[in-house]
Structure formats: structure tokens, C-alpha cells
């Protein structure tokens, strides 16, 4: 690149117009200007006038197009000041030794195009906005039904008070009430409940004497609450560790009792 290529007299200036697309289809800027072109001395026998001309022009072609189709339709005038600055000063193109052009051009947003990248827009900000609701209305249906079983039958209610015999309390109970009750505190708490059964279980696994005691103590407490029925551990042998009574140890009540 350099400031003085060559004497002014073999400058070449001519009106430059394209339409160069932008990153959204179906919308162009619009590029016109001068278009400034020469041929060094050294160069000047392998180039006709018109053949410089044509080169000058698709290489200028080339730069601009690259230029606008990084650019979004709203992004005009950094596309226009990002054009300004490519081509402006002189450069030679790579395919074209000996070639030198530079340009002054305006880039601009023809009406028609700025009216279907405005209808782009609208289409687009009303998807995003359909997508901001769907997920609003999630996380609203989740923090407020999916939590509490009675909020849940209100909800389901509600919807149908305009059409009560529409309403349907045996697929409530199939579809909506299996997901009620999964709320973050209550998964919390079922990992913390996992965490100490696993716990329990590797202590157990550490120190086998004492699986047998743990087995028989369970069971007794299964028992004292009136659940020996679900019992996980049926026994196979008769050798389990007793767990021997506490002198102050006082059975549990049943309902009768209280």
C-alpha cells in the first residue's frame, strides 16, 4: 500500500453502483461512488485500458462484498465506516500486479430493503417474545402448581369454570398430580435421606461384625412402628446378633394406646 502509486496523469476515475448483500438474505446495501484506477509504469504494456478497468472494478466488487455480508442490515454505519476505510487508501490487488485503486463510496439502505429488514425484525422480536412467555409460563406453573397438591387442584379448577363438565379429576390425577411434589427442597431433602443410607452402607461394608446388629436393630424398629410387612431384609438364618433390651427402654404406642 502507498500514498503515490504513480503520476496523476495515468489515474483512471470512473462512477462505481452495486448492491452488495448483507448477512441477512434478501437484503443489500447499496454501494455508489468514484472508483479510482491506475497502472504503474512497469506494468502498463500487459494491462488495456479496458481490461484494467474491469479488474479495477471486480476487485472492488470483491473487498465490498466481503464487507457487507459481515454486517447485519441495522449495522449500517459500521459497515459504511469499515467500507470507508478498506478502500479508500490506495492498494493493489493481489490477482492484478501492478494494478492500484482506491474509492469513494456511500453506503446506503435502499427503502425496499430497510422495509424487509424491518419485517425480519418483527418476526423475529415476536418469536422471542412467544419464547419469553412459554418460559415464563413454565417456571410460573412450576413454582406455583407443581408444589402444593391443593394448589394444584385450584389450578386445574380454574381452567375449567367455564365448562365444568369438561372437568376430569381422573386425568388431573393421571397427568398433572404425578408431578406435583417435586419441588427443589423436597429433592433436597431425598438426596440428604440417599446420602445416609449410603453412608450407612459403606460403614457397614467396612466393618461386617456389625452388619448383623444393624440387620436385627432395624428390624426391632420395624416392628415398634407396626411395619415389619416392609421390612427390606427378610431373614434367611437365625443367627443374627439380638439386640439386647435397654433397662429404659419403653415401647412405642400404638394408635389404639394414644
Given amino acids: 500500500m502507498t500514498r503515490h502509486p504513480g503520476p496523476w496523469w495515468r489515474r483512471r476515475v470512473g462512477r462505481f453502483r452495486a448492491y452488495w448483500p448483507t448477512c441477512l438474505p434478501g437484503v443489500h446495501f447499496l454501494a455508489r461512488g468514484t472508483l479510482t484506477h491506475l497502472v504503474s509504469l512497469r506494468a502498463a504494456e500487459t494491462h488495456h485500458p479496458s481490461t484494467a478497468r474491469a479488474a479495477a472494478y471486480l476487485a472492488l466488487d470483491e473487498l465490498g462484498r466481503g464487507i457487507a455480508g459481515e454486517h447485519r442490515p441495522e449495522e449500517l454505519e459500521c ?75 385450584l389450578w386445574w379448577l380454574e381452567r375449567h369454570l367455564d365448562d365444568l363438565s369438561a372437568l376430569n379429576w381422573a386425568s388431573f390425577k393421571d397427568t398433572i398430580l404425578p408431578l406435583v411434589g417435586t419441588s427443589v427442597a423436597e429433592r433436597t431433602q431425598a438426596e440428604r435421606l440417599a446420602h445416609s443410607l449410603l453412608y450407612v452402607w459403606e460403614r457397614l461394608d467396612a466393618e461386617p461384625g456389625r452388619q448383623a446388629r444393624f440387620v436385627a436393630t432395624a428390624r426391632t424398629l420395624f416392628e415398634q412402628m407396626g411395619w415389619a410387612d416392609g421390612f427390606p431384609w427378610q431373614s434367611t438364618s437365625d443367627d443374627l446378633e439380638p439386640v439386647a433390651s435397654s433397662p429404659t427402654a419403653v415401647p412405642f404406642a400404638t394408635e389404639d394406646e394414644q
Fill in 79 to 153: 459497515a459504511r465506516q469499515t467500507l470507508t476505510l478498506a478502500v479508500s487508501p490506495w492498494h493493489s490487488p493481489d490477482s492484478r500486479p501492478g494494478l492500484w485503486l482506491r474509492a469513494r463510496l456511500n453506503l446506503l439502505l435502499p427503502q425496499q430493503d430497510a422495509d424487509r429488514a424491518q419485517r425480519h425484525q418483527n418476526a423475529l422480536r415476536h418469536v422471542e417474545l412467544q419464547l419469553a412467555q412459554d418460559r415464563l409460563r413454565r417456571q410460573e406453573l412450576a413454582r406455583t402448581v407443581c408444589t402444593d397438591r391443593n394448589t394444584a387442584r
